[in-house]
């Protein structure tokens, strides 16, 4: 049991850093994170279509549905964990577990772009 107070622990750590941001820059962090995961999901979908976006094919405007679609998830994933939804004004929003996940997935994100951009360089990659 150690190790799960001392994971909860970190969460709590990361969801007072989230509560401490200001309501308006939690809505951009959310914006930002919702982009790149969406860039993630456009280069996943379109791998397992096998149509690159940049060619006149009809195939791309399926992508194009699935990935808005994605957008528009995560987006409203985001928006519930990091920013809230003021239904109840005696309740404030608060920073939870879902607050720090979707941090740590906008982060993953992060890196993995990362990581593929530099593969890319490096091995030439162009499209």
Same mark, same amino acid.
């Given at each position: 049991?150690?190790?799960?107070?001392?994971? =909860? !622990? =970190?969460?709590?750590?990361?969801?007072?850093?989230?509560? =401490?941001?200001?309501? !308006?820059?939690? @809505?951009i962090?959310? #914006?930002?994170?919702?982009?790149?995961?969406?860039?993630?999901?456009?280069?996943?979908?379109?791998? @397992?279509? *096998?149509?690159n976006a940049?060619?006149?094919?009809?195939?791309?405007?399926?992508? @194009?549905?699935?990935?808005?679609?994605?957008?528009?998830? &995560?987006?409203?994933? +985001?928006?519930? #964990?990091?920013? +809230? &939804?003021?239904?109840? /004004?005696?309740?404030?929003?608060?920073?939870?577990? /879902?607050?720090?996940? &979707? #941090?740590?997935? +906008?982060?993953?994100?992060?890196?993995?772009?990362?990581?593929?951009?530099? &593969? *890319?360089? #490096?091995? *030439?990659?162009?499209?």
């Amino acid at each position: 049991m150690p190790h799960d107070s001392r994971s =909860r !622990s =970190r969460i709590v750590l990361w969801a007072n850093r989230l509560n =401490r941001l200001p309501r !308006s820059t939690r @809505i951009i962090v959310v #914006a930002v994170i919702t982009m790149e995961l969406v860039a993630l999901a456009w280069l996943v979908v379109s791998r @397992i279509t *096998g149509v690159n976006a940049l060619d006149a094919d009809p195939q791309v405007t399926t992508q @194009i549905v699935i990935v808005c679609v994605l957008g528009l998830v &995560f987006y409203g994933v +985001g928006w519930w #964990a990091m920013v +809230g &939804f003021d239904l109840d /004004p005696d309740r404030p929003w608060y920073a939870g577990t /879902p607050a720090v996940w &979707f #941090a740590a997935a +906008g982060a993953a994100g992060l890196i993995v772009i990362v990581m593929l951009a530099l &593969f *890319g360089l #490096a091995l *030439g990659y162009v499209l």
